[in-house]
């Protein structure tokens, strides 16, 4: 459960962006978070829900895109969507497969009024 | 008064992965390899460690950080085997980032080999967060099943190596350990395995010498 320190990140990175680009308010916010991240999107947004009061998000809402896993197989240049935890190829059955997508948090995008 | 969207793509974690790339990067320049152990509370981590004090008495000098939520007791554990050891309370936080590593670094004397990084136990988040350590170890204890590879696959995926604990405990408990390792290969092809008992000892040499392998190649890199 470290869903809060995460949020305080996405909060600097929202203040960072506000300053530069002279907003006064923050008003969506896009998150990308892989299945394989370790967090679990409900508690993001309880998170974000807890922290944005009193900040320049407070109205802000908060947008979870859950990414699944993508695997990429060396040998046989296969790609697949994986939906289980079984790290094989589904095309030739190799074991030497790299995640290409999946395990991402990502803060994709912002709205902010101007 | 109008809106804009605007393009972020920017890495949660990047902070973190800065600081433990720069921890890697004095760790290596020191010479000193850097090993995180990953746990669910209760496994043996701090057992290991004292075990692998007795091993490495006289022939190498090992460090040890502990994280844990609340109070000094690992640590005095370690110190008490005349090992160096600092305690890293998080006051809650379910896993150590790699800014509580750093502020703990400039204390760790120089002339050491092994650096020991004992998280929070638990077995989802410190996956998440690297510390600039060398070699993760996942321990995973007789009595809390073979099923944990297969339900906390993140672990697994982001570890080097597989400790199998309390195996004195194997002829007591329903824990089939080729089962357990053949679930965490499935999920990382490649990681080393071992099975030790570190209150008896069995099992404990070929640990001691992966991470003495694993320091010549470091220095042998370094040179």
Redesign the interface.
């Known amino acids: ?2 869903e809060l ?2 949020v305080a ?2 909060f600097d ?1 929202l203040e960072e ?1 506000a300053r530069e ?1 002279g907003a006064a308010r923050v ?2 916010v896009v ?1 990308k978070v892989g299945v ?4 679990v999107p409900d508690l993001l947004e309880s998170a974000f829900d807890i922290y944005k009061k009193g900040t320049l998000a407070e109205g802000a809402r908060l947008e979870v895109v859950v990414v699944p896993v993508r695997t990429r197989c060396p040998d046989c240049d296969g790609e697949a969507v994986r939906e289980d ?4 190829c589904a095309a030739c059955g190799s ?3 790299e ?1 290409v997508e999946g395990r ?11 | 008064m109008s809106t804009k969207t605007i393009s972020v793509v920017r890495d949660l974690l990047a902070t973190n992965k800065q600081a433990a790339a720069a921890i890697r990067q004095e760790l290596r320049s020191r010479g000193i390899l850097c090993v995180n152990l990953l746990s669910s509370p209760g496994s043996g981590k701090t057992t290991l460690l004292e075990s692998l004090s007795g091993r490495f008495k006289d022939r190498y000098r090992m460090a040890v950080i502990e994280g844990d939520i609340e109070t000094e007791r690992d640590a005095e554990r370690i110190r008490a085997k005349g090992i160096p050891a600092w305690q890293i309370t998080t006051g809650g936080a379910c896993h150590l980032e790699a800014k509580m590593v750093g502020k703990v670094l400039g204390e760790v004397p120089a002339a050491i080999d092994f650096l020991f990084i004992e998280n929070v136990g638990n077995l989802v988040c410190p996956a998440s967060y690297d510390l600039g350590e060398e070699i993760r170890c996942v321990l995973l204890s007789s009595p809390e099943g073979d099923d944990k590879p297969a339900k906390y696959p993140q672990a697994f995926l982001s570890a080097d190596c597989l400790i199998l604990t309390k195996s004195d405990l194997f002829p007591h408990l329903p824990f089939d350990p080729a089962k357990a390792a053949a679930e965490a290969l499935a999920i990382k092809p490649g990681l080393r395995v071992f099975t030790v008992s570190a209150l008896r000892g069995e099992g404990m040499d070929a640990l001691a010498a992966y991470f003495v392998e694993a320091l010549a190649r470091l220095r042998s890199a370094g040179a």
Do not use: N, Y
Not at chain 1, 36 to 39: I, R, S
Not at chain 1, 85 to 88: E, G, K, Q, R
Not at chain 1, 104 to 114: M, Q, S
């Open positions: 459960m470290h320190s995460l990140s996405v990175i962006k680009h008003v969506r998150l394989m991240a370790g967090v935890a079984d790290f094989s074991r030497r497969i995640i991402e948090l990502i803060v994709e995008r912002i709205e902010l009024e101007t």
